[in-house]
């Protein structure tokens, strides 16, 4: 891991940097077809195409267009998801923000406390002004998690995508600074 990646803690969760070593875990999600469904991307197959996505989240970094989180649970250190930013346009104070998870752990909270992290690092630390999630209209679930997180749906981008021989409708969601709550 590399000094300088920030590292984040919520109650359940350790979001770190993925690294090689992880490869396994993540290849154990990424790899079921009703996770990876909604990303626009086929299942990895082997851990060369689960390093390649590693790869991406440190090029990303590096580039300074986005920042992924390995989400790992406290208690055993096991990458089990991952969160982040992607086409971040600095110059407009705006990001896209990702996330996928094991399908073992939809349901427990645990998509929304590492989004709820993520989306404060943004404001905070990144200087965001806005932050825009791109879902797929069958992808209820995730319409409903950042509904909860305070995002508005804005409207919807007809084959805004060409992903895997089609072309994808999105609704843009955003939630912007001013709308989180002070607390």
Same mark, same amino acid.
């Given at each position: 891991?590399?000094?300088g990646f920030p590292k984040l803690e919520t109650k359940r969760l350790i979001l770190r940097e993925a690294t090689k070593e992880d490869a396994h875990d993540m290849l154990a999600y990424l790899s079921d077809i009703e996770v990876v469904k909604h990303m626009g991307i086929d299942s990895c197959q082997t851990i060369k195409e689960v390093n390649e996505e590693i790869e991406w989240y440190q090029a990303i970094y590096?580039?300074?267009t986005g920042i992924r989180w390995g989400i790992a $649970?406290?208690?055993s250190g096991k990458i089990i998801g991952s969160c982040g930013f992607l086409n971040r346009e600095a110059k407009h104070y705006r990001s896209e923000i990702g996330y996928e998870l094991s399908k073992e752990y939809w349901g427990k909270g645990i998509a929304s406390e590492a989004l709820a992290a993520v989306v404060k690092y943004g404001f905070e630390n990144l200087q965001l002004e806005r932050i825009e999630a791109l879902i797929e209209p069958p992808n209820?679930?995730?319409q409903k998690l950042v509904e909860r997180q305070g995002f508005i749906r804005e409207g919807l $981008?007809?084959?805004y995508e060409y992903t895997r021989g089609k072309f994808d409708d999105l609704y843009m969601y955003s939630i912007i600074k001013g709308d989180i709550k002070k607390v």
């Open positions: 891991m590399r000094n590096e580039q300074s $649970l406290k208690e209820l679930p995730s $981008l007809r084959h």
